[in-house]
């Protein structure tokens, strides 16, 4: 039995028959990825933000920027410099975040408020523990107390956004 599907987006209209499992699969896959890449834009947007305003922002861009440049140095690549280095960050930030997030709609939508706030939890706890094991400067996310606290905050925010949205768009999915 097949249920076309239809999308829609700016007036452009997208149809595809999905059967069964496979549609299931593919719109639970397609939701995830949505949700977990709203999650890591708006963690980046906040970020952007907040780190022109307020001094004790943490730098997330900094040590992204240095892992860049240790990682491409450690192959023998020549990493980007200037505004390329931080595109090419913000890049890869978005695409690791937004797949890290995705995680949070593959188990279905129950309790995914819960794994959001975890998944979150995880992913700010790790962006302070981490980068001194790894070889990295940490003084960008640990800085002062405030700074801490508000990286915790932000990868947070970004997983709670990527599980309201899953939910939304899972939600609107079963009508």
């Known amino acids: 039995m097949k249920?076309?599907?239809q999308l829609n987006w700016r007036g452009f209209s997208f149809s595809k028959q999905f059967t069964g499992l496979?549609?299931?699969?593919?719109?639970?896959l397609l939701n995830a990825l949505i949700g977990g890449f709203a999650g890591a834009i708006a963690l980046n947007i906040l970020h952007e933000t907040v780190k022109?305003?307020?001094d004790k922002a943490p730098r997330i861009d900094l040590l992204g920027e240095e892992a860049l440049e240790k990682s491409m140095?450690?192959?023998?690549?020549?990493?980007?410099?200037?505004?390329?280095?931080?595109l090419?960050?913000?890049a890869g930030d978005i695409i690791s975040n937004g797949?890290?997030?995705s995680a949070i709609g593959m188990g279905g939508t129950k309790n995914i408020y819960i794994k959001g706030t975890v998944a979150g939890?995880?992913?700010g706890i790790g962006a302070l523990e981490l980068p001194g094991p790894m070889g990295l400067d940490d003084l960008p996310v640990t800085y002062s107390k405030p700074t801490k606290a508000l990286t915790?905050?932000?990868?947070?925010?970004?997983?709670?956004?990527?599980?309201?949205?899953?939910?939304?768009?899972?939600?609107?999915r079963k009508i």
């Open 3 to 5: 249920n076309p599907v």
């Open 22 to 28: 496979k549609a299931f699969i593919d719109m639970k």
């Open 52 to 54: 022109q305003y307020y």
């Open 73 to 86: 140095e450690a192959v023998g690549a020549e990493p980007p410099e200037g505004k390329n280095l931080y």
């Open 88 to 90: 090419a960050t913000l």
């Open 99 to 101: 797949l890290y997030y």
């Open 121 to 123: 939890l995880a992913a």
């Open 152 to 172: 915790v905050s932000w990868y947070l925010f970004g997983g709670l956004v990527a599980a309201a949205v899953i939910s939304a768009l899972e939600n609107k």
